[in-house]
């Protein structure tokens, strides 16, 4: 038995490798893939040339990048993280034969899990199996970008997500998957009002197609009407928290701008270029603001007993649940087949073509 997989052998260079399946060993299973998303900002990086780990070591003991050999060098053999897959065999009982779950195991057309050091969600059978592609891993960025907003005012007493934004005006900078995912779980999370703000026409329809308001930042000042709109108290004007989901310098010194006094910016995005842009004299300064990265790899200090990345994924399935039909509709912009993969990354990467969501069909 052989799977494909979807290897980048170096900058602009992406191929579909055979390889071995790798043998069913006591205690683990095998899953066909179905379904793998295409995440537009992590896995361009590395076909752009842009991630970090492609260039310095990083030292996890001390959370530092240093020179050094790249800790993800070429080939990158593992790329993509929003995979749903039908277990075909099973040497555990604890995951039977038939089932259909959530994984991050990288582009490829099957994969032999430990369920003992791998994620595995199970979907319910209400569930559209193409909407899987969020549970395991995209849905849980984004409901972990809520439950930073929820410690920032709570601490470690967070009972909701929704206990950052219910009853809160939202604003939310970006209208890629992460930006609008996130704006959907903030109205959901009962959010008094949710703005997504992005200077693209045809994302800023997609947000209106999901019941979104929207501004277009290079239009009028998007700080001016917001802080129009939202007034508090004398002096304080603006969004109670900002989540800021485009990697890019503007987003940010926007995102800053929108905030009321004393307010916090939630930031999910990846600065692959740095942020050498963002004028942290001005606003940051003047109006005592806070940032906050909201990255998967941790939630709030305190918070991970309670909320774990199972209570995220389950989270991230109630959404898709109240609001599936429009995300199919509407973010899910392209499905193609596996075998489209290389040139569909490298169009992607070179921006020959723009998609929202890519769904590839196993």
């Known amino acids: 038995m052989r799977d494909r997989v979807v290897v980048v052998s170096g900058p602009g260079r992406v191929e579909l490798v055979e390889q071995d399946a790798a043998p069913l060993r ?14 537009a900002g992590t896995e361009l990086s590395y076909v752009k040339g842009t991630n970090p780990y492609l260039h310095v070591t990083w030292n996890a003991d001390l959370g530092l990048f240093q020179p050094g050999e790249a ?40 994969w032999v899990a430990d369920p003992l050091a791998e994620r595995f969600v199970p979907l319910p059978d209400d ?32 009972r909701s997500l929704g206990d950052g934004v219910r009853g809160r005006r939202v604003a939310v900078v970006g209208a890629g998957v992460v930006g609008l995912l996130t704006a959907l779980l903030a109205r959901r999370h009962g959010a008094a009002s949710v703005v997504v703000l992005d200077p693209t026409r045809q994302r800023r329809q997609v947000a209106e197609a999901l019941g979104l308001e929207t501004l277009d930042p290079d239009t009028d000042d998007p700080a001016m009407v917001l802080k129009t709109r939202w007034a508090h108290t004398a002096g304080d004007r603006g969004a109670d928290v900002v989540f800021q989901c485009r990697g890019q ?23 692959q270029g740095g942020a050498d842009a963002v004028r942290l004299g001005e606003e940051f300064h003047h109006n005592g603001l806070s940032l906050r990265c ?69």
């Open 26 to 39: 006591p205690g683990t299973f095998r899953v066909e893939t179905l379904f793998s998303g295409v995440s």
């Open 71 to 110: 800790s993800t060098p070429y080939p990158v053999t593992r790329l993509g993280y929003m995979q749903v897959g039908r277990v075909v065999e099973s040497e555990t009982a604890a995951i039977a034969v038939g089932t259909v779950g959530a994984m991050t195991y990288g582009h490829r057309t099957g």
């Open 127 to 158: 569930l559209d199996p193409l909407l899987g592609v969020y549970v395991a891993h995209m849905g849980p960025i984004c409901a972990n970008g809520l439950l930073h907003a929820a410690a920032d005012l709570h601490g470690a007493d967070v």
């Open 249 to 271: 310098a503007w987003a940010l010194q926007l995102a800053l701008r929108l905030l009321r006094p004393q307010g916090t910016v939630i930031d999910l995005a990846f600065y």
């Open 294 to 362: 909201a990255q998967i790899g941790r939630v709030p200090r305190g918070l991970a007993p309670t909320w774990d990345r199972e209570r995220l994924s389950a989270e991230t399935i109630d959404l898709l649940r109240a609001d599936g039909d429009l995300i199919r509709k509407h973010l899910v912009s392209a499905v193609a087949p596996f075998d489209e993969a290389p040139t569909l990354l490298t169009d992607l990467a070179e921006r020959r073509r723009q998609e929202l969501q890519v769904v590839l069909t196993g």
